[in-house]
């Protein structure tokens, strides 16, 4: 299977990488035999793929990375790069391939002490003979300090290296470094083609897989989780019926505590037994005695360690809080598509009663009013506004419409 495979809906980036693909191929094949390289190419040292949440941008970079690795004997006949099965293209797409460092943080940012490392890095030659390639999947997250690190890397990038950054928009990426990079925009793929993949790769029966896509609007890994995990539908089904619930000033603020407790037990449940690992792994590595007793001067290091963990934890509670507020805004969408009659599928087709009866009892004003309540609501979480503030106000925004 090619490793376009997984990249839905978007034949038209496929079709650019595939083309920077063999040209990089050419390179290093000329190089090799000692020959010219060609006169034109389509392949760069650093490139920046952006999209909406759950167009696939991990996913292309992944691709085009196993692509630049390809090591398949068929490319001598003409074949694409990026067959799929080769020792380099699934080295690559599972993360051991020795010439590809897969950068993701579980943390609200990717600081300069990370970064300088991951420069180091760019600066080896490859092992394997091709090409050295740094995935950022969360370019977004780089401090300003680090953003300025890795602008030197990228302005004068080694030989054989290449950045394949990802963030959700190219304003999250510092001008200087989004000027030094080829651009790719990806789409939000269609509904038709994420229900296909689930139906086609997951198993998932057809009528669980289109709910799924239709309620997560062509997010994949969304779609996935929601048709796959019966905690998920349950939370989701949870979040939709908040709207209800905030027709006087008690509901609003006991929504608004139950949805950050509900975030909060996401992070604990996600993070608890990966902290526990992580703290026993080190407690070994430092030599802690039998009865679980540190050597001296490595307390520091434990601190370290803690403090790494709650920020996961805090991206975590956030990362869930922000995908029950992207649940309310397709509910409010869903509402004021039946208020203007629009011809617009309806994504939560499985609450369509509560939906109608919303529309029917309020105006297409108060729902416009209430879906930027919700995003005032998102941008105060950005700007690390008290979690339970910032809901709070949202669902008192709700319910005055």
Request: aromatic share 2%; glycine share 8%.
């Amino acid at each position: 299977m090619p490793v376009w495979d997984d990249l839905v809906g978007q034949d038209r980036i496929q079709a650019q990488l595939g083309g920077a693909a063999r040209d990089a191929d050419a390179l290093v094949t000329a190089e090799a035999n000692g020959a010219a390289p060609p006169d034109a190419s389509r392949m760069t040292h650093a490139w920046l793929f952006t999209g909406p949440p759950g167009a696939g941008r991990e996913t292309a970079a992944r691709a085009f990375a196993a692509a630049l690795q390809c090591v398949s004997p068929d490319r001598a006949l003409g074949a694409e790069p990026g067959c799929g099965f080769c020792d380099g293209c699934h080295t690559t797409l599972v993360g051991t391939h020795a010439d590809v460092e897969i950068v993701r943080t579980d943390l609200l940012s990717i600081g300069v002490k990370e970064t300088r490392e991951l420069v180091r890095r760019a600066q080896l030659s490859p092992a394997g003979g091709r090409w050295q390639v740094i995935v950022l999947e969360d370019a977004d997250r780089l401090t300003e300090g680090a953003g300025n690190v890795l602008l030197k890397a990228v302005e004068e990038p080694a030989p054989r290296t290449v950045w394949l950054l990802c963030a959700p928009s190219i304003e999250d990426v510092l001008p200087t470094i989004r000027s030094r990079c080829r651009h790719l925009t990806l789409r939000t793929p269609p509904v038709e083609a994420v229900a296909d993949v689930l139906v086609r790769r997951d198993g998932i029966a057809p009528e669980a897989a289109a709910m799924a896509a239709r309620a997560t609007q062509g997010h994949i890994d969304r779609a996935r989780r929601l048709a796959t995990d019966e905690r998920a539908r349950a939370r989701r089904a949870t979040v939709l019926k908040l709207p209800l619930r905030v027709a006087d000033i008690g509901g609003c603020l006991k929504a608004a505590q139950e949805l950050i407790d509900a975030a909060a037990e996401d992070a604990k449940q996600a993070s608890e037994e990966l902290d526990v690992k992580e703290t026993e792994d080190m407690k070994a590595a430092l030599g802690a005695s039998q009865g679980g007793r540190m050597p001296r001067g490595t307390a520091g290091v434990m601190k370290e360690l803690e403090d790494k963990q709650k920020r996961r934890k805090t991206r975590t509670q956030r990362d869930s809080l922000d995908l029950a507020l992207s649940d309310l805004t397709g509910f409010y969408r869903d509402v004021l598509a039946l208020q203007l009659g629009s011809r617009t599928a309806i994504a939560n087709e499985d609450v369509r009663d509560t939906i109608e009866r919303t529309a029917r009892d309020s105006a297409p004003e108060a729902t416009l009013r209430r879906i930027e309540a919700i995003l005032a609501c998102r941008e105060a979480l950005e700007t690390n506004v008290a979690p339970l503030l910032a809901v709070e106000a949202m669902t008192m925004a709700l319910r005055a419409g």
